[in-house]
C-alpha cells in the first residue's frame, strides 16, 4: 500500500506518491485552477488505493472534510520534505504563490522557529508573477534579462500594486527591461534576506517552492545573498507534497 | 422578543445601518460560542447579555439617564471609573471591535491606522452604538499618538475629555497622574453636579476591588490542567466586565467561578489534559473581536490567559482601601492605575516580568503575540519580548492582523504550524 501527500497551494497543486519504504513512486504539480479541491481529487486518482491521503497547503482543511485522512501545515510539510532530500539541512526557505517563509530546523530536524510573511504578496511568487507581466516578459525569462544589466536601480514601492506601477513608469522613463528585471529580483531578494536575517541563517539552507524552480533564480538569490551553498531540489515544487507523504508513513508507523 | 427599535431611535440611531450590523452578530456568535463543547452552564448569562447587547443594558443607561443620571464612556483601562461611579454617574466600556465601524472611521481618519481607533470613531459617527449614544461625556486618555489625535476629530461630534497619561514611572510623574485624576474628578463632578465624598470613592473602590478579583479568580481556574473553561468564554466575561452593571457582572462572575472550580475538582475539563496552553499578550479585543482566541482554540490549543487590556493588565493589583480622606483615596487610585503595564511607557520592564510570571504561574507551552495593526507600541516592544522570551527557550509567535477575515486562512496556518512545533 502506498501514501498520498498533496500539496494545495494557492497557484498549484502538487501530489507525492510514496511506497512503504519511503522511495517516490509518482509525483506531478499542475495549476490549482478555480476549483482546487475538484482538482485535487482528481490528482489524487483512486483514493481506496492509499494506505493514508496526507493534505497540506491552503486547501488542506477542504481536503480533509472531503478526502484526506490527515493534514499538516505546509511548514511542517517542507520541514519534513527537504529534510529528507537533504538530511543534514537546518534552515528551509519556502517561497510559494502566496507566502514566503523560512523554518530553522533543529539537528533532529524539528521545526524550532518559523517567520512568514504578513498579508501581503511582497516577496512572494504573485510578486514576480505580477512584475513579469509589467516587463512584458514571461517568468522564466526574468532571470536571464536581469542578467543583461549591471545597473542599481532601486524599486521603493514594497507594495505589489504600487511596485507594478513603479515598474511601469521606469520603462516609460526608458529605462532598459534588463535593468528593471534586474532591480525586480533585488528587491525580492532583499525582502526575503530580511526574513532570514530575522530568524538566523543556520546553513545548509534549502530553497523550495515554485519561486526556486524559476530557471537562473537560485543561483541569482544566493549571489545577491552571499549564500554559496543553497541547496535546491530537483522538483522545488514537490516538496511539500512530499514532505505531507512522509509524514503519512510515519503516522501510520506510529499507529500500526 | 421586544422591539427596541423606539428606543434606538430616540438615541438619534440610524436604525438601518445599525440592523444590518446586529443581523451579523447572532451568526458569529452561534459558530463561535455556541458550538463549543462542555460550556459552563453560567455562560447563560453572558450569552444574554450578548444577544441582548444593545438593549438591555441600553435600558438601564436610558433609565438612569431619565432620573438625571449622567452616562461616561471610556476608551481604555488607565480611567478611574471608581470616580466617575462615586459622583453618581455610570461608566462603560467603549473599545470597537468590529470591522462594520472601520469604513465609517476612515471618513476621517488615516487607513493606516489601528483598527481600534478606527471602529472607535466610526461607530460614534456611524450612530450605530447605542452606548456612544448615551454618553454624556467620552473620555480618552493619551496612551497613543494614534488615540490622542483621535479624540480631537471625535471632539467634533461628541462631548470629549481627556486624560493625560504620563509616558515614565518616576516620582514626578506619579505626581502629574496623581494631579490629573484630580482634574478629572472635578471635570466628573461639574458633570454630573454631585460633589464625591470619601464615603462613596472607599464605596467605589472596593466594589471595583472585588469586581476585579472576581475576574482574577476565573482567571486563576485557567491554570488547571485540564483547563475547565475556554479561553472564549474567558474573554468574553472580561470584555462583557467593561459595559456590565458591576454588581450584577460581579454576582454573575462570581457564580461562574464557583461552577467552574467544581469542574476542577472533579477534573473536567473543555481541553483534553495535556492540550498546548497559550499565553496571548499584546493588544486589546474589544467586543465582537474574537478571531484570534476562535483560531488558536479550533486548532486544538486552549488560550490559558490574556496580558492585554482586555485580560490580566485590567484587573491585576488593587487600590489600598485604607484611604479614609479623598486625598488619601486619589493617591492610592494613582498609584494602582499606574501600575499597569501599557507599551505607551518607557522604560516597560515591568511588561516583561508579567509575562514571565505569567508563562510560570498558567504553565504556557506557548506565547502568541497578538498585534492589531498599525499599533506601533506594541509592535516595537515585540523586539523586547521576542529576545527575551527566546532567550529563556519559550516558543513565541508574532500575530499581526485587524478585524477583518481576509487573512484568517493565513493566520491559521501560523498557528497551526505553531502548535505542531510545541507539540
Not at chain 2, 480611567?79 to 462603560?92: F, L, N
Request: some cysteine.
Amino acid at each position: 500500500m502506498t501514501v498520498l501527500g498533496i500539496d494545495i497551494g494557492s497557484r498549484t497543486i502538487a501530489i507525492a506518491v510514496l511506497n512503504e519504504r519511503g522511495e517516490l513512486l509518482a509525483g506531478h504539480v499542475a495549476d490549482s485552477g478555480p476549483r482546487p479541491l475538484e482538482r485535487a481529487r482528481e490528482m489524487a486518482g483512486n483514493l481506496s488505493s492509499f494506505r493514508r491521503v496526507v493534505a497540506t497547503g491552503y486547501g488542506r482543511h477542504g481536503a480533509r472534510a472531503d478526502f484526506a485522512t490527515d493534514l499538516i501545515t505546509e511548514i511542517k510539510a517542507h520541514a519534513l520534505g527537504a529534510r529528507h532530500l537533504f538530511p543534514f539541512c537546518r534552515t528551509v526557505l519556502d517561497i510559494g504563490g502566496q507566502d514566503s517563509k523560512v523554518i530553522r530546523l533543529d539537528e533532529q530536524g524539528r521545526v524550532v522557529d518559523f517567520i512568514m510573511n504578513d498579508r501581503c504578496a511582497a516577496g512572494t511568487g504573485k510578486f514576480l508573477e505580477v512584475m513579469a507581466q509589467g516587463l512584458g516578459l514571461p517568468l522564466e525569462e526574468i532571470v536571464a534579462a536581469a542578467c543583461t544589466s549591471d545597473g542599481e536601480i532601486t524599486l521603493n514601492s514594497m507594495c505589489t500594486v504600487f511596485a507594478e506601477s513603479e515598474v511601469v513608469s521606469l520603462l516609460a522613463a526608458g529605462q532598459p527591461v534588463g535593468a528593471v528585471a534586474r532591480a525586480v529580483l533585488n528587491s525580492i531578494c532583499d525582502r526575503t534576506m530580511n526574513l532570514l536575517l530575522r530568524l538566523g541563517i543556520e546553513p545548509p539552507v534549502v530553497f523550495t517552492g515554485g519561486v526556486a524552480a524559476i530557471p537562473g533564480l537560485p543561483a541569482y538569490f544566493a549571489r545577491r545573498m552571499d549564500l554559496m551553498d543553497l541547496q535546491v531540489p530537483s522538483s522545488p515544487q514537490l516538496v511539500g507534497a512530499l514532505g505531507a507523504a512522509l509524514y503519512g508513513i510515519k503516522v501510520k508507523k506510529a499507529t500500526g | 422578543m421586544t422591539d427596541y427599535r423606539k428606543l434606538w431611535s430616540d438615541l438619534g440611531m440610524d436604525l438601518e445601518k445599525h440592523d444590518r450590523l446586529t443581523s451579523a452578530l447572532p451568526l458569529i456568535y452561534e459558530e463561535v460560542y455556541l458550538q463549543q463543547p462542555e460550556r459552563p452552564q453560567a455562560m447563560e448569562y453572558f450569552d444574554l447579555v450578548v444577544a441582548e447587547i444593545h438593549s438591555l443594558r441600553i435600558v438601564e443607561l436610558v433609565e438612569h439617564r431619565r432620573r438625571g443620571g449622567k452616562v461616561c464612556g471610556a476608551f481604555c483601562v488607565f480611567v478611574p471609573v471608581e470616580i466617575i461611579r462615586a459622583a453618581g454617574a455610570v461608566a462603560v466600556g467603549l473599545c470597537g471591535g468590529s470591522q462594520f465601524w472601520v469604513p465609517d472611521g476612515e471618513r476621517v481618519l488615516p487607513r493606516n491606522l489601528c483598527p481600534l481607533i478606527k471602529a472607535s470613531v466610526g461607530a460614534r459617527l456611524s450612530g450605530t452604538c447605542p452606548y456612544f449614544q448615551s454618553c454624556d461625556l467620552l473620555i480618552g486618555e493619551t496612551t497613543c499618538d494614534g488615540k490622542k489625535k483621535a479624540w480631537e476629530v471625535l471632539g467634533e461630534y461628541a462631548p470629549v475629555y481627556v486624560m493625560d497619561l504620563p509616558q515614565m514611572k518616576r516620582p514626578q510623574d506619579l505626581a502629574a497622574w496623581r494631579g490629573e485624576i484630580e482634574l478629572f474628578l472635578a471635570r466628573i463632578e461639574e458633570l454630573t453636579g454631585c460633589r464625591v465624598t470619601p464615603g462613596r470613592l472607599a464605596e467605589e473602590i472596593r466594589l471595583q476591588n472585588r469586581l476585579r478579583q472576581a475576574l482574577e479568580r476565573l482567571y486563576h481556574t485557567r491554570k488547571a490542567d485540564p483547563v475547565p473553561i475556554s479561553g472564549k468564554d474567558a474573554l468574553l466575561v472580561t470584555q462583557v466586565s467593561f459595559y456590565d452593571d458591576p454588581r450584577r457582572f460581579i454576582d454573575k462572575t462570581e457564580a461562574l467561578v464557583a461552577e467552574v472550580e467544581a469542574r476542577i475538582a472533579s477534573g473536567q475539563g473543555v481541553f483534553p489534559p495535556g492540550a498546548p496552553r497559550i499565553l496571548v499578550t499584546g493588544t486589546p479585543m474589544a467586543i465582537p473581536n474574537w478571531k484570534l482566541h476562535h483560531i488558536i482554540e479550533t486548532a486544538g490549543a486552549a488560550v490559558v490567559c490574556e496580558e492585554t487590556c482586555t485580560g490580566t493588565r485590567f484587573f491585576e493589583h488593587q487600590v489600598d482601601e485604607t484611604g479614609r480622606t479623598l486625598e488619601e483615596q486619589l493617591q492610592a487610585l494613582a498609584e494602582r492605575y499606574l501600575k499597569i503595564n501599557c507599551s505607551c511607557f518607557t522604560p516597560n520592564s515591568g511588561r516583561l516580568e508579567d509575562i514571565f510570571r505569567l508563562v510560570e504561574a498558567y504553565q504556557v507551552d506557548g506565547v502568541i503575540y497578538y498585534n492589531l495593526q498599525f499599533c506601533h507600541g506594541y509592535a516595537v516592544e515585540y523586539y523586547t519580548v521576542e529576545k527575551a522570551l527566546k532567550e529563556q527557550g519559550i516558543p513565541v509567535m508574532k500575530v499581526e492582523t485587524d478585524y477583518s477575515e481576509e487573512d484568517t486562512g493565513q493566520l491559521r496556518t501560523r498557528v497551526e504550524a505553531f502548535l505542531e512545533m510545541l507539540r
